[in-house]
Structure formats: C-alpha cells, structure tokens
C-alpha cells in the first residue's frame, strides 16, 4: 500500500529538482531578462499590413436602397511573412484602429471614438505566415461628418504598434 503525500499550498511540496536545472541548462525561471527581451521583438519588417473596404466603390443611392442603415465594412489584416513566431503585446483589449478622412481633411469616423477598451494586456501569437484579421462594419449614421460623394481616405493602425499601417482610398459615387 502507497503512503499519501501531504500537499499544501502553503508549503513548499515540490522537490528542487522539478524546477532547477542547475547552471547547464537553460531555464525561463533563471534565464537572462536580456536575452528573453531580445527574443521577443517584434520586427515591423516582418508584417505585410493591408486595408480593404467593402463596397468600394460605394454607391450613396445602393447603401441607402439596401436598408434604413447603410454601412461600409473596413477590414484590417497583418501577415507575418517572417520565418519565426512574434508574440504581439497590447497594453488593453484594443487590437487595431482606423479612421476615415474626406478629402479636405476632415475626420469623417474614428474606430476609438465608439469603443471602450478593458484595460487588460493581452497578446496574440503570430506564427510564420499567419495573418490576424480584425473587421467592422460602420454604419453610416455614426459618422461624425456625413458621407457625400468624393474621395476619402481610411486609414488603419495595429495597436502599440504604430509601424504596421495600411491605408486605402474610398470612393463614393450619388
């Protein structure tokens, strides 16, 4: 018959064994904070950023025909075409932002204007050649200025990491 172990979490119940290595050996538990820093960089070179809309181009006259709520859908996407995995970290919730602008300027929309973010970290693994996709569909009646047939320009940025940008053009015809 086996004798039972006492396991309390207030003490100490695992041998030294299970979790030292030793000098030879690399562990995360006594590895260089340098070297794990160094390992975990993101390379913005690494990341491919592309920006599309849906419709484009937009006709005022079909959105408005389709339902009492026109929208335009914007999606947003980062491809890791590097030969290594990146961790991304973010400060909260919030993954991506975007903002539409008309042709003189003006902010039509922005992404964070509408959402409120939980202040959590997070983090997304992207392995090689993965892609993180982010969509939303924008109803025309949250937008601050309205939209009138032209030119805009919608542009996209990955939270924390302002270097992975992608911008496109969208056109709205009567």
């Known amino acids: 018959m086996a004798s039972a172990i006492e396991v309390n979490?207030?003490?100490?119940?695992?041998?030294?064994?299970?979790?030292d290595?030793?000098?030879?050996h690399f562990s995360i538990f006594n590895g260089d904070p340098k070297r794990i820093q160094r390992a975990n960089e993101v390379d913005p070179k690494?990341?491919?950023?592309k920006l599309e809309i849906t419709p484009n181009p937009l006709s005022l006259t079909t959105a408005k025909a389709v339902g009492p709520n026109p929208s335009v859908k914007i999606t947003f996407s980062v491809h890791n075409h590097a030969k290594k995995t990146y961790t991304?970290?973010?400060?909260?919730?919030?993954?991506?932002d975007f903002r539409i602008v008309n042709?003189?300027?003006?902010v039509v929309y922005t992404y964070t204007d509408d959402h409120d973010f939980v202040q959590t970290v997070g983090t997304s693994m992207?392995?090689?050649?993965?892609?993180?996709?982010?969509?939303?569909?924008?109803?025309?009646?949250?937008?601050?200025?309205?939209?009138?047939p032209g030119t805009y320009t919608v542009?996209?940025?990955?939270?924390?990491?302002?270097?992975?940008?992608?911008?496109?053009?969208?056109?709205?015809?009567p």
């Open 126 to 148: 992207v392995n090689q050649d993965d892609k993180l996709v982010y969509s939303e569909s924008v109803d025309f009646d949250d937008m601050s200025l309205p939209l009138t």
């Open 46 to 49: 690494s990341f491919d950023s």
């Open 88 to 96: 991304l970290s973010f400060p909260t919730a919030q993954r991506w």
């Open 21 to 24: 290595t030793g000098g030879n």
């Open 103 to 106: 042709s003189s300027g003006g």
């Open 155 to 173: 542009q996209a940025v990955m939270a924390n990491y302002p270097e992975m940008t992608a911008q496109t053009q969208l056109t709205v015809t």
């Open 9 to 19: 979490p207030s003490k100490n119940t695992v041998p030294r064994s299970t979790w």
